[in-house]
């Protein structure tokens, strides 16, 4: 829709702008984000606008007046005082809520004075302004006139906007801002919208050591920003030392007065409204009295002895906020480079001969029709690889298997233990001449019986896969106390069985395994780019494979598309596309077809499983007895044969259960191999659990909601170690369960459930789970460029997690920098020296604390360097909203990017070494979460995060 026709004036001078606002029914347009929209929308009609944009006097930003205040322009925009940068020394908690202000867009061309004289109920300047008690000077033909901001929003019942203060020839020319060091603007960010749910501007003001003036301001609330009278009396006379410590209870306004709207309901808006406060009042009693700022549990550790502190980060968290992922552009536009995207020159492809049989001995390979065909380059089978000086077998973790038995071969060896195995490798000019060549390769097979199924595999007359493993059993295992277990069934007045089938998954990732292979015979090196979750992990595998050490394997994963687990193991593709890649001394590339990955990318689940649940009359959960045959397929792929032994850890879930035992054998069957998918071992688990619950809640005619509830662990019994030797640190799971009963109105679903009139059942399920996550080892990098822009490493992988906008957001808020100059790098095992990757829900507690502690270290040498330039101790120095500084120099503040400058050798300590970075390993395990300083032999630092 277009706007109503309008009159356009441009003015040169204020006096000219005044007087062309003499006209009737005539707006003032400056940033115009607000004003032309509702004009498109025919919502504003105006008959003149009067763009003040090119008046020079309107663009100031510069210190004036007595009290020596920020004076802003009225035709300064939000991003010419984020770009400037001196509000966030001296107002920062103004400088705080203007970039809080919408998206770039807006703040581009979005001014601050507009934003005072058209606020909304997501309006954040309007809030950090009455705070400070900024004034606003309005001048017309009769002279000049000050107005506090407070005055703009005296009437929160109006309707008309807060520019009606201003009449006739009315110009808002400026706002004055006194220094505001001792506030803090916080806010709670709509999802979707990107407004402020709840908006908390906090300024404190102490005369004596105590508060003798308080301003509390929220937003959101309702139309207009909102003063919080009675606590700002409840704050008065109080020491800022106490107040991190004190529960802000919100007397003003009552729940019933916070409005809702289509974003929140009020009830949640006063939740978020009293919360937020008192985190707005921490943070401003820590800007007020610094000396009593709380620190974080590394840097306690690491704190002198003296009154030195580490202080609080800047209250504009970026982490949590709901921003654009950075990285979905690229996808959205089909500009991202997958590897199947990769192109090289005298790229040749590999396609495989796949078994046609479960089951068979393979008597003959005939590759002579293939050979002769254009394009075919050639066709290997097991004895060009064995002829090789690679081992060619997939690398297995034999830790608690009870055999020795082989690893997968990456072509098979005169045997075929599933369908779909590869036979030969055929190498060929481009994809479809490969499939043609293999196509024309010619087996003879032996069939012999297969066995899929995990329970028939142990009959005893199932053919054996392996001569080591006649019985099919690979791995046997069991956890917890099996006679109290029996005890418990003996005492139990109700017991309850279920025999349970966890069906065999395909994963189904949008983009199938893939795999560029390079080698450089002058260094004798691989290069192998390829779909993978875990860098690190493939160049381990691939070097144990091509038996060469891996300082000659290089692994790339750029864009993956989806990996679900199967793109964390070894598959014998990649492997044969780098040994082909030697072997013809030339690029070699392996896409899997979508049927390929179907038939053997490695598959998940497939339990057979009896469970027994005993308990009293009342429901009171006394035992849980398990027993489980778990199929491993034909191979031990990596470390798949041994993982379902472990899945029985977390069969307590949330429940009090006394007693549990859990047997389990894993058994190899003619069937593709199962490693890791989707939560791999925690979903078989509370899949058990939850279903013998439902069978017990039907048996005793209880609700299966209040027998779930009746056994929860309460929340006074943590640490709490279950029944099969695991510890929770902590919990509370009622409410948890209490929130999503009512998030899906459950008894209502309840009262519709049953049969309907076409005979189909309808019904409602409930699951309670507990996740079980971290554990291996993980880098993090963090690198500061001499401007002050920021390069992170971690050894995970983002194969659609978004970490580079997660880890971005740590990084920014650790060091207090824009989050846009920081750029994050997975993906490469030679950017990270070594890291575990990405996969059981991970990366956040591995790869974020890797960079955040990191970053910490970043600070502590940075801190080092601005002590040496302000020629002070380096525990006086403090550090906040980006800058460095000390009390004992108040007159000098270095930025963080003046100090990286200064590590690389502009004024920097002649015995610094050059450069500024941060390189630390984390392990996490049940203990808590490691780091290890890679130069620092002396042991681990544990913190529980």
């Not at 005072?116 to 705070?131: F, S």
């Not at 690893?407 to 045997?415: D, F, I, M, T």
């Not at 920014?812 to 829900?841: C, H, K, Q, R």
Request: with cysteine; charged share 25%.
């Amino acid at each position: 829709m277009f706007p109503p026709q309008f009159e356009y004036v441009q003015p040169d001078s204020i006096d000219q702008a005044i007087a062309a606002l003499a006209s009737d029914d005539t707006r003032v347009l400056a940033g115009g984000h607000s004003l032309l929209p509702a004009m498109k929308a025919r919502n504003a009609s105006p008959e003149s606008l009067v763009d003040i944009g090119d008046i020079s006097a309107l663009h100031r930003i510069d210190r004036d007046g007595p009290e020596n205040e920020t004076v802003i322009g009225a035709a300064v925009t939000d991003a010419d005082i984020l770009a400037d940068g001196s509000l966030k020394r001296n107002a920062p908690m103004v400088h705080e809520a203007i970039a809080a202000v919408g998206d770039r867009q807006i703040r581009s061309r979005g001014t601050v004075v507009g934003n005072l004289l058209q606020a909304d109920a997501g309006a954040d300047i309007p809030a950090a302004m009455v705070a400070a008690d900024a004034m606003l000077t309005i001048r017309n033909g009769e002279g000049e006139r000050t107005v506090p901001v407070d005055e703009l929003y005296e009437d929160p019942d109006n309707d008309h906007h807060p520019a009606a203060i201003t009449n006739g020839d009315d110009l808002a020319t400026e706002v004055r801002i006194p220094d505001v060091t001792g506030g803090a603007y916080l806010r709670k960010t709509h999802p979707a919208t990107g407004y402020a749910l709840v908006g908390i501007a906090v300024r404190l003001v102490t005369d004596g050591g105590t508060i003798a003036k308080a301003r509390v301001v929220a937003t959101g609330i309702e139309r207009t920003p909102r003063r919080l009278p009675g606590v700002e009396e409840r704050l008065i006379d109080k020491a800022p030392s106490s107040l991190p410590d004190q529960t802000v209870r919100i007397a003003d306004p009552e729940p019933a007065a916070v409005r809702a709207d289509p974003n929140v309901s009020g009830p949640y808006r006063h939740q978020l409204l009293e919360s937020y406060t008192g985190q707005a009042i921490a943070v401003a009693s820590d800007r007020v009295a610094p000396g009593v700022v709380r620190m974080s549990s590394e840097s306690r550790e690491a704190a002198p002895t003296d009154d030195s502190v580490e202080e609080a980060s800047d209250p504009t968290r970026v982490a949590g906020m709901p921003l654009k992922r950075r990285e979905d552009e690229g996808f959205l536009r089909g500009e991202t480079t997958f590897t199947d995207d990769l192109k090289r020159p005298n790229c040749a492809h590999l396609t495989f001969v796949r078994s046609e049989h479960a089951h068979a001995a393979i008597e003959d390979i005939d590759p002579k029709d293939a050979v002769g065909r254009d394009g075919v380059l050639a066709v290997y089978t097991w004895n060009d690889l064995a002829a090789s000086s690679s081992p060619c077998v997939l690398p297995i973790s034999t830790g608690g298997l009870e055999h020795d038995v082989p690893g997968h071969p990456v072509l098979a060896q005169n045997r075929v233990r599933y369908h779909g195995q590869p036979i030969a490798a055929v190498v060929a000019e481009d994809p479809y001449l490969a499939r043609d060549g293999a196509e024309a390769v010619e087996v003879t097979y032996k069939v012999r019986e297969p066995v899929i199924d995990a329970v028939e595999a142990l009959g005893p007359d199932a053919p054996a896969l392996y001569e080591d493993t006649p019985d099919n059993v690979i791995a046997t295992a069991a956890v917890g106390d099996e006679r109290a277990t029996t005890r418990a069934f003996e005492h139990a007045e109700v017991v309850v069985d279920i025999s349970l089938r966890n069906n065999r998954l395909i994963p189904s990732a949008l983009e199938p395994r893939v795999a560029m292979a390079v080698y450089d015979a002058s260094r004798d090196r691989f290069t192998v780019e390829l779909a993978s979750q875990s860098v690190h992990g493939h160049r381990s595998k691939l070097a144990k494979t091509l038996g060469v050490p891996e300082r000659s394997v290089h692994v790339v994963a750029p864009a993956v598309g989806g990996g679900f687990g199967h793109k964390g193991h070894h598959h014998p593709g990649e492997a044969m596309a780098a040994w082909s890649a030697r072997e013809l001394d030339r690029p070699i590339k392996w896409t899997a077809t979508r049927s390929e990955n179907y038939r053997e990318g490695a598959h998940g689940r497939d339990h057979h499983t009896d469970a027994e649940l005993a308990l009293d009359s009342d429901g009171t959960m006394r035992g849980l007895r398990v027993k489980t045959i778990a199929n491993a397929g034909a191979y031990g792929l990596g470390g798949s044969a041994g993982m379902a032994t472990r899945y029985g850890g977390l069969l307590s879930s949330e429940y009090a259960i006394p007693a549990i035992h859990c047997s389990t054998r894993a058994v190899f069957t003619t069937t593709a191999p199962i490693h890791s998918y989707r939560g791999a071992g925690r979903p078989e688990a509370i899949y058990v659990t939850e279903r013998v619950i439902d069978v017990a809640a039907r048996k005793l005619g209880i609700d299966p909601i209040s027998l779930r509830r009746a056994n929860l662990i309460p929340p006074d019994a943590f640490p709490y170690e279950t029944a099969v030797g695991v510890t929770y640190d902590s919990g509370d799971y009622a409410p948890a369960l209490d929130r999503a009963l009512e998030a899906i109105d459950y008894e209502e679903r309840r009262e519709l459930g049953g049969e309907r009139s076409d005979g189909r059942l309808r019904g409602v399920g409930v699951a309670c789970y507990t996740e079980s996550t971290g554990g291996g080892h993980e880098t993090g990098v963090v690198r500061v460029h001499p401007d002050g822009s920021v390069a992170v490493y971690a050894g995970t992988h983002s194969h659609g997690q978004g970490h580079g906008t997660t880890y971005a957001q740590l990084v920014a808020d650790e060091l207090e920098i824009p989050y846009e100059d920081i750029d994050v790098n997975e993906g490469d095992s030679e950017e990270v020296p070594t890291g575990t990757g990405t996969f059981g829900s991970r990366s956040t507690i591995g790869g974020g604390n890797a960079v955040v502690q990191s970053a910490q270290t970043v600070l502590k040498k940075a801190r080092t360097l601005a002590a040496n330039r302000l020629g002070v101790d380096p525990n006086d120095v403090r550090y906040g909203s980006g800058e460095f500084f000390a009390p004992s120099v108040p007159d000098q503040r270095l930025s963080f990017s003046e100090v990286a400058g200064m590590a690389y050798g502009w004024g920097g300590s002649g015995t610094h070494r050059a450069g500024l970075g941060g390189h630390d390993v984390l392990r996490t395990g049940g203990d808590g979460v490691h780091f290890r300083d890679p130069r620092n032999r002396g042991g681990d630092r544990s913190h529980n995060r």
